[in-house]
């Protein structure tokens, strides 16, 4: 699939030189006045690139600014806090911060919307590193004998991303600390007492 889902062979080839001026007016004009006011006029005008060039290599904004974030939306590193409720903590904090990072939830939802399956996607590819942080976190649990042999990780970290997800891009909702805190110490201490039951 094309970067930003551009369509198949729309287009001449893109200049390097100007396809980073409109990366960089873009992710200026998201800083600056929020994603609901960029429009692709404004990106035209910023980064001295004609509108009509754009549209030959973006389908719209959504897709534009996609493209001009997506290397601030991977997780910098996996936390190591010592044990596996900070760390999951940790982790989902961050996913929150990047889910709502440049305004609040509607932000991603209209980004997504927008842009059909190709936002879907993207949102996808954008989140799947956060999923494998969330398997280390927990693997290491297993290790170090925070958690039981056998836990869930795959459906517990599924789990916990879908929650986030739903509340924060499908009912754009506000998650707290607490919220994250209660998922978290749900799953680890029900898993615990069936383990400890069991033996």
Not at 71 to 95: C, F, I
């Amino acid at each position: 699939m094309p970067v930003g889902g551009a369509r198949p062979g729309a287009g001449r080839k893109r200049d390097p030189q100007a396809q980073q001026a409109v990366l960089t007016a873009a992710e200026e004009l998201l800083t600056e006045i929020g994603y609901h006011k960029v429009t692709m006029e404004r990106i035209a005008e910023r980064s001295g690139v004609a509108k009509m060039t754009l549209y030959r290599w973006w389908p719209n904004k959504a897709a534009v600014i996609t493209d001009a974030v997506r290397s601030r939306l991977a997780p910098l590193s996996t936390p190591d806090l010592g044990t596996v409720t900070d760390d999951a903590l940790a982790q989902l904090e961050a996913m929150l911060g990047t889910l709502t990072k440049f305004g609040d939830a509607s932000v991603v939802a209209g980004a997504m919307s927008s842009r059909g399956e190709a936002g879907l996607a993207d949102l996808r590819d954008i989140l799947h590193p956060w999923f494998d942080g969330l398997v280390e976190i927990l693997n290491r649990a297993i290790r170090t004998g925070q958690l039981p042999t056998g836990f869930p990780i795959a459906v517990t970290a599924h789990a916990w991303m879908g929650y986030l997800v739903y509340r924060v891009v499908f009912l754009q909702q506000e998650v707290t600390r607490q919220d994250l805190s209660t998922l978290i110490a749900g799953a680890v201490t029900r898993t615990r007492a069936q383990a400890e039951g069991s033996s």
